[in-house]
DNA sequence: TATTGATTACTGACCAGTCAGTCAGTATTA
DNA sequence: TAATACTGACTGACTGGTCAGTAATCAATA
């Protein structure tokens, strides 16, 4: 009998090449968001997702591609279920306006998706490629996809046709806030999201709508 | 005549004791501001400085209280005003509110002030102390001395009465997200600041006033 | 079913480069 | 001449990326 301390056997991981590439991106996510880029180590990102250092790097090319295809994997999903929304030929535009922010506070703000605006605010300026994307490719599609629902809104007699300007300071600002709030100051004062999103949505439509 | 190569007689830094603060800490805010915390090397910091890198250790203990002080020095002075701002007695609650909201948009979403938000969200979650410092005595005191004057309106029956949980959606998130895009986004697609301002003010007192 | 050999997902020690912080020495000022 | 503001080469710790080696898996064969 050996007594050799720590003989431990360690327990190699099993292969499972499918399932890699998701695990990795939901760790990066989880790692990026508290440290940041410069401030994090890829062999936190292996240590979390449960893997070595080396295994990222037969998925992924580098540190830059691992981040980009993060911020792709955990925003895109989530825009294109509001341009789909936006596409509705029913509804009225206040209803659809609903869903669409109803969207964005279910399936971003109160989600793990809700720090990806925070490493783009972060990010940003160190890679541009990176914020010229997430500008082109959600901020004006999401802004373009909503501002349309104003405008049939406006069209159709049901919102004043002064709000065409509103949407960065009325529609989008207060779900940055929160997204912001839950990820860097929730902590020390809890946001009340069902509350805060009720008065976002009171504060924008009370806006739109032409007096009853 | 020697010819040795480049004999240069570097010229030495002159002794100004009293001017080295202000000036490190302004070179700490640009280069902080481009690469976050955990990417700003203080040889570059020193370098925008114009002083070497062990100069900036004889009046900051290390890369961290340079951090936070900079955070201090570059948004309490904003922050004071503000108060002042609302502790004056005269004046509609409507010009106090349309006075402060200049503030916010003159000294620091306009200035290099402005990407101390930026800074915040980035760093706060690695820097607990400093995400809480800047809760506790920049946007409570901020949100209080704001809110002092909604309910100052409210009780002159100036506002509606509807609208004290307004504040974090439609005072501070547009000039929250204003400083943001500054920092950000502007490269791509300029913020016409002025418009920004005076599109957020009117909505904010359409929604607060009563139906004159 | 058992054995064998080929394939490849995965590991982790290592290397090369980077940077916060130090301190002995230099130049300026009083 | 004394005091000290300032410098910059140096160190030690750390990390992105590499790659030779290991073992899990599978197909072919017995």
Same mark, same amino acid.
């Given at each position: 009998?050996?007594?050799?301390?720590? $003989?431990v056997?360690?327990?190699?991981?099993? *292969?499972?090449?499918?399932? *890699?590439? +998701?695990?990795?991106?939901?760790?990066?996510?989880?790692? !990026? #968001?508290?440290?940041?880029?410069?401030?994090?180590?890829?062999?936190?990102?292996?240590?979390?997702?449960?893997?070595?250092? +080396?295994?990222?790097?037969?998925? &992924?090319? #580098?540190?830059?591609?691992?981040? =980009?295809?993060?911020? *792709?994997?955990?925003?895109?999903?989530?825009?294109?279920?509001?341009?789909?929304?936006?596409?509705? $030929?029913?509804?009225?535009?206040?209803?659809?306006? *609903?869903?669409?922010l109803?969207?964005?506070?279910?399936?971003?703000? #109160?989600?793990?998706?809700?720090?990806?605006?925070?490493?783009?605010?972060?990010?940003?300026?160190?890679? $541009?490629?990176?914020?010229? &994307?997430?500008?082109?490719e959600?901020?004006?599609?999401? =802004?373009?996809?909503? =501002?349309?629902?104003?405008?049939? +809104?406006?069209?159709?007699?049901?919102?004043?046709?002064?709000?065409?300007?509103?949407?960065?300071?009325?529609?989008?600002?207060?779900?940055?806030?929160?997204?912001?709030?839950?990820?860097? !100051?929730?902590? !020390? #004062?809890?946001?009340d999201?069902?509350a805060? !999103?009720?008065?976002?949505?009171?504060?924008?439509? =009370?806006?739109?709508?032409?007096?009853?």
């Open positions: 009998m050996t007594n050799k301390s720590q $003989p056997k360690k327990r190699r991981n099993v *292969r499972r090449k499918d399932e *890699r590439p +998701g695990e990795i991106l939901r760790a990066a996510l989880e790692v !990026f #968001s508290i440290n940041g880029y410069a401030g994090t180590r890829l062999d936190d990102v292996a240590e979390r997702a449960g893997i070595s250092k +080396g295994t990222i790097y037969l998925y &992924f090319n #580098s540190k830059e591609e691992l981040f =980009h295809e993060m911020v *792709r994997h955990w925003i895109l999903p989530q825009l294109e279920k509001i341009e789909q929304i936006g596409k509705q $030929p029913a509804g009225s535009a206040e209803d659809i306006l *609903r869903e669409q109803k969207v964005i506070y279910e399936d971003v703000v #109160s989600t793990n998706a809700s720090c990806i605006p925070k490493l783009i605010i972060s990010e940003g300026t160190r890679f $541009p490629e990176l914020a010229e &994307f997430y500008y082109q959600i901020i004006i599609r999401a =802004h373009e996809s909503m =501002h349309e629902i104003v405008k049939r +809104g406006v069209a159709a007699g049901e919102f004043r046709p002064c709000a065409l300007n509103w949407q960065l300071q009325a529609i989008l600002s207060p779900a940055l806030t929160a997204a912001i709030w839950k990820t860097v !100051f929730d902590r !020390f #004062s809890p946001l999201l069902k805060y !999103f009720q008065t976002h949505v009171d504060l924008l439509l =009370h806006g739109l709508k032409v007096k009853s």
